[in-house]
């Protein structure tokens, strides 16, 4: 039988690779003018760190991590996410202690056992940043204006940014109570998960898109009426630094993400044009989450975007992107001038000049038909005479043109391209 990818895995083959290494070389532009360093944590973690982490009630722990024991018998989880290592490795090398506040991104595959569709798959990628060691709402805004200057560098204008606060440890039990208290008699509305998150975490019912859970929470009350003193504040320091960026926003109270450990401010992208998963991305802040995982009690705020999510909604908005995998010039020559032919293309290459040449046993039709297919624009011949008189025969494939020219002259072309 033939061996194929795993069933939600995808190979990212040239030239759809450039769109990949187009929207990273900008998303560390950037980051790095946003004073952002780059870190990397592993693939996989003791299991413990997510379920501590992203909450042992979540869709993605309870059924959808990629779990397996090693051979001393540890748990060990691919990370479906990079939030809870990136803290983890914040408190593991005490960088609280190196003074100031951390600001990291990431780019990097993560896993999730999910039902794949389109925008949806079990190994996808994400980059992401993360502002931790500060409770300042001016994190929140920077970590969603960092994610709009990545979109508008793109030429992206089609998506809309909602922004909801789900409270903190203090205020949200009551808002749960009450939202309880509300939906007791819809209860037989409710999807089966529903029925579970009634009574585990009922935030989530909001959340839900079954239109039964839909209509029963239609006029639920609203978690930012229930905040406390402290996230109220916060809440209303957001949206008013987002209006003094002019950032355009759009407050949803059903929003609420599917990460436990999200506290105050919440927040999510959505595209157009990518039907039920529009979400390119989502964040906000986890002023919890270091002591779920075994550290001192440190602030964080964030955000991660879907890289195939994103490479969609690029593409259904028509964006193009630059072309990397243009070469310079293409080498053609006869076999008998192979040697020479051969050193010649690494002297060009020494002097920068992208070149390139046909592997393989090939006429000099063969071989200017592959220099035109890769769309070069410059092709080069050799042959006996050629090296004899020690000069190139150029052609300039785009308007057929072709003249005698030295090696020197071959350079100063390329110098001026
Ligand atoms: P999340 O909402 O679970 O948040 O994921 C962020 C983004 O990753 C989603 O909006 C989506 O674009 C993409 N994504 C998630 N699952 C898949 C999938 N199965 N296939 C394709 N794309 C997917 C987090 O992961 C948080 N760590 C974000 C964060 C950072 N919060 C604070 N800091």
Known sequence: MKIVAPKGTRDILPPEINKWHYIESIIREVMNLYS???????????????????????????????????????????????TASVVRAYIEHKMYGLGGVGKFYYIGPMFRYERPQAGRQRQFHQYGMEIIGTKDPKADVEIIKATEEIYKRLG???????????????????????????????????CDDCKVRYHKNPLRILDCKREGCRRATESAPKIIDYLCEECKIHFEKVLSYLDALNIKYEINHRLVRGLDYYTKTAFEVIAGGLGAQDAVGGGGRYDGLAQEIGGKEIPGVGFAGGMERLILALSHAGIEFPREDIQDLFV??????????????????????????????????????EADKKGVKYVVIIGEEEVEKKILTLKNMETGEGKKITEKELYKLFEKE
């Not at 992206?156 to 039990?173: A, E, Q």
């Not at 109570?177 to 008699?185: G, S």
């Open 332 to 369: 053609v020559f006869r076999e008998e001038v192979e040697k020479e032919a051969f050193a010649l293309i690494f002297r060009l290459r020494e002097k920068g000049v992208k070149a390139d040449y046909a592997l393989g046993k090939k006429s000099i039709k063969a071989q200017l038909k």
């Open 156 to 190: 992206f204008t089609d998506y809309k940014i909602l922004i909801n606060s789900v409270g903190c440890p203090k205020c949200r039990p009551y808002y749960e109570e009450e939202l309880k208290l509300y939906l007791k008699d819809k209860y037989d509305q409710l």
């Open 36 to 82: 952002f360093y780059e870190i990397r944590t592993p693939i996989f973690e003791y299991t413990e760190l997510f379920q501590r982490g992203i909450g042992d009630t979540t869709d993605i722990v309870n059924k959808e991590m990629y779990t397996f024991l090693d051979k001393k018998g540890r748990s060990i989880t691919l990370r479906p996410e990079n």
